[in-house]
């Protein structure tokens, strides 16, 4: 399938774009001629997870102290767990993700 009469992948990013080939990024942009700036706003919501995904991404020593407690438990052959745990784990993992 060609999207584009060229068939290249980088026509498209030219068209969508503005790009030249060989032109550096940016160099086709002109300052606004009344003096106005471009501005981003980011809104509370995206904020809020941005600190969650912080939080998320800062290591839990209880959480990676109870990973070694059961990789050793699994390496020495003693770790059991029940179907309906594992059935559970699932279900609760499938709800947290359509949640998000």
């Not at 606004?32 to 912080?54: F, L, N, P, T, Y």
């Not at 309906?84 to 947290?96: E, F, P, Q, W």
């Amino acid at each position: 399938m060609q999207i584009s009469g060229h068939g290249r992948a980088d026509h498209l990013a030219t068209l969508l774009l503005g790009t030249q080939e060989g032109a550096p990024a940016g160099a086709n942009r002109r300052p606004s001629s009344d003096g106005r700036q471009d501005r981003v706003q980011i809104s509370q919501q995206a904020k809020e997870i941005q600190r969650i995904k912080a939080l998320a991404d800062q290591p839990d020593p209880a959480r990676e102290a109870r990973i070694e407690q059961i990789s050793r438990a699994v390496d020495a052959g003693t770790y059991n767990v029940t179907g309906r745990k594992v059935g559970d784990a699932i279900i609760r993992h499938a709800l947290t993700e359509a949640a998000l």
